[in-house]
T-cell receptor
Framework: EADIYQTPRYLVIGTGKKITLECSQTMGHDKMYWYQQDPGMELHLIHYSYGVNSTEKGDLSSESTVSRIRTEHFPLTLESARPSHTSQYLC????????????FGPGTRLTVL | KNQVEQSPQSLIILEGKNCTLQCNYTVSPFSNLRWYKQDTGRGPVSLTIMTFSENTKSNGRYTATLDADTKQSSLHITASQLSDSASYICVVIDRGSTLGRLYFGRGTQLTVWP
């Protein structure tokens, strides 16, 4: 069982609210990722990080932003949530030294009304 | 464009039966292929890892095959159990990726009935 955590697990908010989805891992992994997944669809990479103070946008354009101030923490922020942001958000981490195995958190199910 | 296609999209089988899930990919250059199991409302968990030189690999009741020439993989589940009900996702990593970028299929939704 991987030690990667996401909070909250479920979030229902109104349009225009600012939200932060938390992701933490205790494995010391240098690389971390955020994916967006709609029901029955594949995971889409929206952000990734090589390490502290390193963040990049992924394949899928997203209005969210991320930060990586500490190795273990990779929060995702939406400044003004909209119904189009309703989705599942999955965080993952990987150690550069142990191949390409990404460990996933349980996900946050976001609903914007 | 790198793609990963899975079939069938969904599958219903009775408990105790076997089933095979398919994955075709166009990702190049190929590094390795993984099958993940994703329970409803959870993150994916890795089941098997197939490298270019491996044809078959087993993990308990799960057996994965890989044909790197035809770019096809399959996941065979033996003696299915109710707990096997989940989405099974084929994931391919390209060799040129130092980041560890993954290309995901949409998954096969497997339902096992008692």
């Amino acid at each position: 069982e991987a030690d990667i955590y996401q909070t909250p697990r479920y979030l229902v908010i109104g349009t225009g609210k600012k939200i932060t989805l938390e992701c933490s891992q205790t494995m010391g992994h240098d690389k971390m990722y955020w994916y967006q997944q709609d029901p029955g669809m594949e995971l889409h990479l929206i952000h990734y990080s090589y390490g502290v103070n390193s963040t990049e946008k992924g394949d899928l354009s997203s209005e969210s932003t991320v930060s990586r101030i500490r190795t273990e923490h990779f929060p995702l922020t939406l400044e003004s949530a909209r119904p189009s942001h309703t989705s599942q958000y999955l965080c993952a981490s990987m150690a550069s030294t142990t191949g390409n195995t990404q460990y996933f958190g349980p996900g946050t199910r976001l609903t914007v009304l | 464009k790198n793609q990963v296609e899975q079939s069938p999209q969904s599958l219903i089988i009775l408990e105790g039966k076997n089933c095979t899930l398919q994955c075709n990919y166009t990702v190049s250059p190929f590094s390795n292929l993984r099958w993940y199991k994703q329970d409803t409302g959870r993150g994916p968990v890795s089941l098997t890892i197939m490298t270019f030189s491996e044809n078959t690999k087993s993990n308990g009741r799960y057996t994965a095959t890989l044909d790197a020439d035809t770019k096809q993989s399959s996941l065979h589940i033996t003696a299915s159990q109710l707990s096997d009900s989940a989405s099974y996702i084929c994931v391919v990593i390209d060799r040129g990726s130092t980041l560890g970028r993954l290309y995901f299929g949409r998954g096969t939704q497997l339902t096992v009935w008692p």
